[in-house]
C-alpha cells in the first residue's frame, strides 16, 4: 500500500517513541527553539503524505537539496517514507546537480520555498518536478516546556528551557506527470547515496529501509543512547554519517538531536554548553578545529562534560584524540563506517579504559573479516582486505554493469577497499586504502603511515601524503601539512627541510616525502574530509623525482612557485632566490611586501593580509598558501 500511513522500518521506530512520550523536545535548533516527538511525527508525516499526493512511489527517487537544520532532518524521513530520499549537497556546482539528477532518475527535487537556488533551472531543463518545502509557524513559540534531557544533577542547569515551536512543514508544487515506467529502484529502498567518487564515476549506494533500520540500532546499542541524551549534530546531513549517527539513531532510540545549520568551529563549544549536548559526532577535521577552539577558549568548554564525542569517517590522529580527552575532559570514541554499511561497522567501546588508540574497536553490527585477493579469510594478526556482511550492508551497488557487483562482493562479503588486520582481541586497525597506497618503483608505501609521523613533530597540526606521478618510479611521495599555532621556541618553525629529515630519522628512506607542502590549510571534500586522490594534480605537483626541485632544492619545483619565484625576481632585482629564503633576509620590506601582495589579488584574485605573508614569507610557503587558496575557490 502506497500511503504515508505505512510503517517502514525506523520511521515505525521514531512512530513507537513519540507514541512513549508525545511532548518531550524532539528536534531543536541551537537557538533554543524545539519540535515535540509528536510534532516531528506530525511534521515528516504530513510530508509524505504530500509526496505520495503529487505521485511519488515507492521506488521514486527525490532529490532533497536543503540546507542542515530541522527542515532537512524532517525532509529526509518523510521523502525516505513516501519515496526513496535522495539527498544532495546544496553547494554543489550547476554541472554537477545536473549529472547526479540525471544518474539518480529523479522524479522531483525539494527545495526550500523562497529561495533561488540553482537545483531549479536545473531540474526545469530535466523536466524534474520541483516541490518546495514551506515552514511556516503555526503560532508564537511558548517558553513553557518540558525539562530537556539531563543526567543527574550534575546536569541541571540555570538555563531556560527550551520553547516548544509550533511550525508546520508543507510540500507545495504540481502532480508530477504520470510516469509509464515503473520507478528506478526497489520498493524496500529508502536512502540512495553516491560513492565519493575520486578517480571513477560516482556509484549509487542503495540502502533498504531494513538497511537503515539496522544501522540506526547498531549505533544506538553502541553509544548506549537513552532519553537523557542530546545530540549536538555539526555533520551535514546529505552525508551518511550525519543522516545516521546525528540523526536516525538518536531518534529511534528516543534521544534529541539539536539541529545545527553547518560546522562553526569558534561557535560549537558553546551551543554545546547552551544546549545540554551530551554527545557530538564529527569527522577528524572537524575535531581538529574544536581541539583548537578549546585551547584558545577553555571557558567555552562545556560544563558539565559531554559523555562523549564520537569520530568517524576518516583515521583519526591519536594526538587529536589524547588532546580532546584532555581539553574537553571525556571519552572520545573512534569509529568506523561507510556509506555501503549504512555508515557503522566497528567501534571503540564506551567502557572506560576499553577504547584502544589507533583502532577502529571492534566489529558493532556487521561481520567484520580480513581476505586476501583470492577471497581465502585470514587469521588474526594478518594484513588484508577488511570484508563486512550483515543486515546494515547494502546488497549491490545500482549498476547495469555487473562487473561492479561481481568484483565488490566476494561469497557475500562486500570488499570494503581498505587494507588492516584485526588482533586477536577483536580490535581493527586500518592499515591503508587500497586504492591510495603509494607504488613507488615496486615499494608500497601506505600514506598513514607517514600522516602519523610527520604528527609527531611537535610544530605540525595537520598532515596528509599523496601519490605523486612519476615518469621513473610511477607514483612518488609528497605530504602537505599545517603547522601548529605555537611553536617549540627551542626548534622554531619548521622548514620543509626539517620535517624530510625527521621523517627520515624515523622511517625508511624511500617513504620520506620527496616535497613537504605547508600550507595553512589542507584542502577537504564537502563533508570535511581529508581527500588525498587527486590532491597532487590540484597543487601542481608532478615528476617529483626528476623536478628541478629534487636537482636542486632550491629552485622552484611547481607552476606556482615559478610564478611567485618571478615576481620575487622582478620586485627584489634578483635573478636567483632559494625557494627558501625568507622575504626580509633577501632585501625584502613591507612597501616590497604590499606590492606583491597586489600581483597577487590583481593576477589571481586571492587576497592576503600582510600578517599571512610574514607567517609565510618565503616562495616555497606562499606558493602552497596561494595554490590552497586557487584549489579552495574551484
Known amino acids: 500500500m502506497n500511503t504515508s500511513g505505512e510503517q517502514r522500518g525506523l520511521h515505525e521506530q521514531i512512530s513507537v517513541v513519540a507514541a512513549l512520550d508525545p511532548d518531550r523536545p524532539s528536534l531543536g535548533t541551537i537557538q533554543g527553539d524545539w519540535l515535540t516527538r509528536a510534532a516531528v511525527n506530525t511534521a515528516w508525516r504530513s510530508i509524505a503524505t504530500a509526496l505520495t499526493g503529487r505521485g511519488i512511489r515507492h521506488g521514486d527517487a527525490v532529490a532533497v537539496v ?9 525532509a529526509f524521513l518523510g521523502s525516505s517514507a513516501a519515496g526513496v530520499c535522495a539527498p544532495l549537497n546544496p553547494n554543489l556546482a550547476p554541472q554537477e546537480f545536473d549529472f547526479y539528477l540525471d544518474d539518480l532518475g529523479a522524479r522531483a527535487a525539494i527545495v526550500l520555498a523562497g529561495t533561488d537556488h540553482p537545483v531549479r533551472a536545473i531540474a526545469q531543463q530535466r523536466g524534474v518536478t520541483l516541490l518546495e518545502l514551506v515552514c511556516a509557524p503555526e503560532s508564537p513559540a511558548e517558553p513553557e516546556s518540558q525539562p530537556a534531557p539531563d543526567r543527574g544533577d550534575a546536569n541541571k542547569s540555570s538555563e531556560p528551557e527550551p520553547k516548544l515551536a509550533r511550525d508546520t512543514f508543507q510540500i507545495t508544487g504540481s502532480r508530477l506527470p504520470f510516469a509509464p515506467t515503473p520507478p528506478k529502484f526497489a520498493s524496500n529502498i529508502g536512502l540512495v547515496l553516491h560513492t ?3 578517480t571513477a564515476r560516482p556509484k549509487i549506494v542503495p540502502l533498504t529501509h531494513e538497511n537503515l533500520a539496522a544501522s540506526a540500532r547498531n549505533i544506538a546499542t553502541t553509544l548506549e543512547l537513552s532519553n537523557a541524551d542530546r545530540c549536538g549534530n555539526i555533520m551535514p546531513l546529505f552525508h551518511i554519517h550525519g543522516i545516521m549517527a546525528a540523526l536516525a539513531a538518536p531518534l529511534t532510540a528516543g534521544s534529541s538531536v539539536v539541529c545545527s545549520p553547518g560546522f562553526g568551529a569558534p561557535e560549537v563549544l558553546r551551543w554545546f554548553e547552551q544546549q545540554r549536548v ?19 577558549h577553555p571557558e567555552h568548554v562545556p560544563q558539565p562534560a ?8 576518516a583515521a583519526l590522529p591519536p594526538t587529536v584524540m589524547r588532546e580532546l580527552q584532555s581539553l574537553l575532559h571525556t571519552k572520545v570514541v573512534e569509529a568506523y563506517g561507510m556509506t555501503e554499511a549504512a555508515h557503522q561497522m566497528c567501534s571503540n567501546p564506551l567502557v572506560a579504559g576499553a577504547q584502544v588508540e589507533g583502532s577502529v574497536g571492534l566489529a558493532a553490527g556487521p561481520q567484520v573479516a580480513i581476505m586476501d585477493a583470492g577471497g581465502a579469510l585470514l587469521p588474526a594478526d594478518t594484513i588484508g582486505e577488511i570484508v563486512i556482511r550483515g543486515d546494515n550492508v547494502m546488497t549491490g551497488y545500482a549498476s547495469d554493469d555487473p562487473a561492479i557487483n561481481e568484483w565488490a562482493f566476494t561469497d557475500g562479503w562486500f570488499r570494503t577497499g581498505d587494507q588492516g588486520t584485526i588482533d586477536a582481541g577483536g580490535y581493527v586497525r586500518l592499515t591503508a586504502r587500497l586504492k591510495e597506497i603509494i607504488n613507488r618503483g615496486g615499494e608500497k608505501i601506505a600514506p598513514r603511515e607517514v600522516d602519523e609521523v610527520l604528527l609527531q613533530h611537535p610544530g605540525v597540526a595537520q598532515a596528509l601524503c599523496f601519490a605523486v606521478p612519476d615518469s621513473r618510479l610511477g607514483e612518488q611521495i609528497a605530504a602537505i601539512v599545517v603547522l601548529a599555532t605555537a611553536t617549540n621556541p627551542a626548534t622554531g618553525v619548521p622548514t620543509e627541510g626539517d620535517l624530510r629529515e625527521f621523517v627520515a630519522e624515523r622511517l625508511a628512506a624511500f617513504k620520506v616525502p620527496r616535497r613537504v607542502v605547508i600550507a595553512t590549510q589542507i584542502p577537504t571534500g564537502p563533508t570535511g574530509k581529508l ?42 632585482g634578483i635573478e636567483t632566490i632559494s625557494i627558501h629564503s625568507h622575504f626580509l633576509d633577501v632585501g625584502g620590506d613591507s612597501l616590497l611586501a604590499a606590492k606583491l601582495l597586489g600581483r597577487v589579488t590583481s593576477e589571481l584574485g586571492i587576497a592576503i593580509s600582510m600578517i599571512t605573508f610574514f607567517d609565510a614569507a618565503t616562495i616555497a ?11 579552495a575557490s574551484e
Open 278 to 296: 551530551t554527545y557530538t559526532t564529527a569527522v577528524p577535521t572537524m575535531l581538529q578545529s574544536i581541539v583548537a577552539q578549546a585551547r584558545l
Open 306 to 313: 559531554l559523555r562523549f564525542v564520537r569520530s568517524s569517517s
Open 196 to 198: 565519493s567518487g575520486t
Open 621 to 631: 610557503a606562499q606558493s602552497a598558501l596561494i595554490a590552497v587558496d586557487l584549489l
Open 531 to 572: 581527500q588525498r586522490i587527486g590532491l597532487a594534480e590540484r597543487l601542481g605537483l608532478h615528476d617529483l623525482e626528476m623536478s628541478a626541485c629534487e636537482l636542486d632544492p632550491t629552485a622552484p619545483g611547481n607552476a606556482v612557485e615559478e610564478l611567485v619565484h618571478g615576481w620575487w625576481s622582478e620586485l627584489l
Open 66 to 74: 536543503l540546507p542542515n537544520g530541522i527542515a532537512m532532518a524532517l
